[in-house]
């Protein structure tokens, strides 16, 4: 890795892949690192991130992809083992920090990040202005779309 542009400079992930910013780190290999994330849903909550700036997920290597989610793997196993939640929940967004970070949380029948989910999911079935989604056609159009979707541009490789 070299030694960092602007943007890894003020990226809070890539200071604490670097060893500039103090974490709590539980799992790494040469690709990933799982931490403690700092404002924990569930206590051992973690997040798993590429030890490159990336900013979105689906724009990581094949081969940083397949790391972070066996790392994410490991990780929910140690949970399991250590904490017994009832599963570990498992999402990645993104908006709030600009390099990927999945999130990894010990997850019991109603804690705050169940309930939340749970309301997620009610809402998700509710507005109407999402019901036009449902149906057949727009539902037929959009699959064919993703199906017939061409990949010309593949992930940029690791620099
Ligand atoms: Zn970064």
Redo the contacts with the bound molecule.
């Keep these: 890795m070299a030694d960092g542009t602007d ?2 400079k003020s ?1 809070i ?2 200071q604490i892949v670097k060893g500039n910013a103090p974490c709590y780190r539980i799992y790494e290999d040469d690709l990933s690192l799982a931490i403690l994330d700092v404002n924990p849903f569930s206590r051992g909550h973690c997040l798993v991130i590429p030890k490159r ?1 990336v900013p979105w997920w689906h724009e990581l290597t094949d081969d940083e992809n397949a790391s972070l989610f066996k790392a994410a793997k490991v990780v929910a196993e140690k949970m399991m083992t250590v904490l017994a939640p009832d599963f570990v929940c498992m999402y990645a967004r993104g908006r709030r920090i600009p ?1 990927t970070h999945i999130f990894l949380v010990p997850t019991y029948k109603g804690d705050i990040l169940d309930r939340f989910f749970n309301a997620l999911e009610l809402f998700q079935e509710s507005p109407p202005q999402l019901a036009a989604l449902r149906e057949g056609s727009c539902m037929e159009d959009v699959a064919e779309r993703l199906r017939e979707a061409n990949l010309a541009k593949k992930p940029k490789e690791q620099e």
Excluded: A, L, N
Aim: charged share 30%; net charge neutral.
């Design positions: 943007k890894e990226c992930f890539c700036h390099h």
